[in-house]
């Protein structure tokens, strides 16, 4: 689903990820790192007014 998600957008942030899958942070937050690691998505760690 996340990769549905995204292949119809260029980026995507967190809470936008977990507003179209309906998946809870730990969830998100575990596939992705899954999806990361074997190379299907890039995820970027950014801070904005000091907020993750």
Known sequence: ???AVV???DE???LF???QTE???GN???HLAKL???GYV????TFVDKIP
Do not use: G, N, T, Y
């Not at 890039?42 to 760690?45: A, F, I, L, S, T």
């Open 1 to 3: 689903m996340i990769l």
């Open 12 to 14: 995507a942030d967190f």
């Open 28 to 30: 998100l937050s575990s």
């Open 23 to 25: 998946l809870p942070k």
């Open 7 to 9: 292949k119809r957008v």
């Open 42 to 45: 890039d995820v970027e760690k």
């Open 17 to 19: 990820l977990m507003d």
């Open 36 to 38: 990361e690691s074997a």
